[in-house]
């Protein structure tokens, strides 16, 4: 994108603050940010704000890294983390709160919200699979995880084709915000 996307405004604040208030929209407490790259450039939009945060001095290693990273730094006594990314400010509260309640429930470790078929995010994960993401290949990530328990994912239909959307460059982004 050239810049440091979690910055950018969108629909009235910064990208990072919207992530963090549809976390918060699910009723989530326990928010853990994961910075990398542009951590001198965020750290002072958490200042002030209920969330802890720690940093992957891997992050060029990939997304699988930062979910490394975000679990060592966990506190104890986590059942299961929810795992938004910073580039998906469009996904509301709601699905969290879906994949929260269907976890419940199913009693599935893995939940993974689906629109239409396709797999998309944010994705619950039972702390009990720590362990084995820490022994992930960086290059396949969560999917190797997902792989590897089939058996434990449920699948969570949702009528939101936000789940599937990112912004990775200037055009999703214009995309995205000319959206309501």
């Known amino acids: 994108m050239g810049t440091n996307k979690l910055l950018l405004p969108f629909r009235g604040q910064a990208m990072i603050h919207r992530v963090i ?3 918060r929209q699910a009723g989530i407490e326990h928010i853990l940010i994961v910075l990398g790259a542009f951590r001198d450039e965020l750290l002072p939009l958490l200042e002030g704000l209920p969330v802890r945060h720690c940093y ?6 990939g997304m ?3 979910v490394q990273c975000g679990l060592q730094n966990l506190p104890a006594g986590m059942d299961a983390v929810i795992l938004f990314l910073g580039d998906q400010p469009m996904i509301p509260g709601e699905v969290a709160l879906l994949l929260m309640k269907e976890y419940e429930k ?3 470790g893995i939940m993974v919200p689906v629109y239409m078929g396709k797999r998309g995010h944010p994705v619950l994960i039972d702390t009990k699979y720590s362990q084995a993401i820490e022994t992930l290949d960086q290059a396949e990530g969560l999917r190797a995880l997902l792989r590897a328990f089939a058996g434990d994912v449920r699948e969570v239909a949702v009528d939101l084709p936000e789940i599937l959307r990112d912004i990775d460059d200037v055009n999703d982004y214009t995309h995205e915000i000319t959206i309501k």
């Open 21 to 23: 208030d549809n976390a």
């Open 56 to 61: 992957n001095g891997n992050y060029q290693n």
């Open 64 to 66: 699988l890294s930062s």
């Open 106 to 108: 199913s009693k599935k």
